[in-house]
């Protein structure tokens, strides 16, 4: 019986898609996984690759192959949709595993912390060529605890998350991933709405910052990342706004959004900024000045007004 279905996004990886694949291959395990592999109609090598390792492991890897490119929009939905796990990774083509126990150790986390939703570990990064890299700012007060709470995530999401990820495999979770715009923020919300995220301390997974790859988010302008953030955010609250506050998390990407120029706003963002209450928006440019003590001195200002 399969326990773990190991979900391989890729699109024109090449380069990567071998050692992503081997580095899945590689792991220990005391139970059955499957790997399936959707590729997003790759106009390079990446399908041969994928064809070899599908003529080698007949049994063990599943291959979707799409006849069009659909910008990322049904690649891991094709993918989910053929799991047989109880528990799910996702791992993109550019991305690796470091640790061959990863699952594992997952695994049996899992199995023992029935009321946790997922499980993640650390990681560390490298950049096209495999060259050791920093993680982005802020990842270690994010992951350097026992778990993470709709609190911590109403304060920061953890970015990024996917690559060390596994998670219980239920129906409504493919359902709501139907929705994604891929974006690791959204599948933080849903799966934090079940219940904590626990987090190892182990390395286990390797992410990859791309800078010429013009269909992966670490390549992306900074505006256009904004942009999917924002939308992301539109989408978080309208799933799951009964249970997580997105406020904090909107008024950083508008403040972001703002500091690259007006003119880079989308007519929703302003819009959506123009409704703000006028705290929200004292919040919003306090954060641009990248201090919280604006709303503080824009109230001291009204108070003394008002005397």
């Given amino acids: 019986m399969v326990e773990v279905s190991v979900c391989v996004i890729s699109y024109n990886f090449e380069k ?14 005391n139970f059955e996984y499957e790997i399936i592999v959707s590729d997003d109609c790759s106009s390079d090598k990446t399908q041969e690759i994928l064809l070899e390792y599908k ?7 599943k291959l979707v192959l799409l006849p069009e490119n659909t910008k990322g929009a049904f690649t891991q939905i094709r993918a989910l949709e053929l799991v047989k796990g109880k528990y799910i990774a996702i791992l993109e083509g550019d991305d690796f595993w470091c640790n061959e126990n990863k699952l594992q150790m997952q695994y049996d986390y899992m ?74 923020n959204y599948t933080q919300a849903m799966l934090l709405c079940d219940g904590n995220i626990g987090i190892l301390p182990d390395i286990t997974a390797t992410y990859r910052i791309v800078h010429f790859h013009g269909e992966n988010y670490s390549s ?60 929200r928006k004292c919040d919003v440019v306090g954060r641009i000045f990248g201090v919280s003590i604006f709303r503080r001195g824009v109230k001291l200002i009204k108070s003394k007004l008002a005397i």
């Fill in 16 to 29: 990567y898609i071998s050692q992503t694949l081997d580095s899945v291959l590689a792991q220990m395990t």
């Fill in 55 to 61: 003529r080698k492991y007949p049994d063990l890897i």
């Fill in 111 to 184: 199995e023992a912390h029935p009321e946790k939703s997922a499980v993640v570990t650390h990681l560390n990064a490298v950049d096209e060529f495999g060259n050791p890299l920093k993680m982005p700012k802020d990842w270690d007060k994010n992951i350097n605890k026992e778990e993470f709470s709709i609190k911590d995530y109403e304060k920061k999401p953890i970015s990024p998350f996917l690559q060390s990820l596994l998670f219980r495999n239920k129906e409504k979770y493919i359902d709501l991933l139907h929705e994604r715009n891929r974006l690791d």
């Fill in 220 to 279: 992306l302008p900074i505006e256009k990342k904004a942009l999917l953030l924002f939308n992301c955010g539109l989408l978080i609250d309208e799933k799951f706004g009964d249970k997580i506050n997105t406020n904090r998390m909107m008024d950083n990407i508008l403040a972001d959004a703002i500091l690259f120029g007006h003119k880079s706003m989308t007519e929703t963002e302003k819009e959506y900024y123009k409704k703000l209450s006028f705290g």
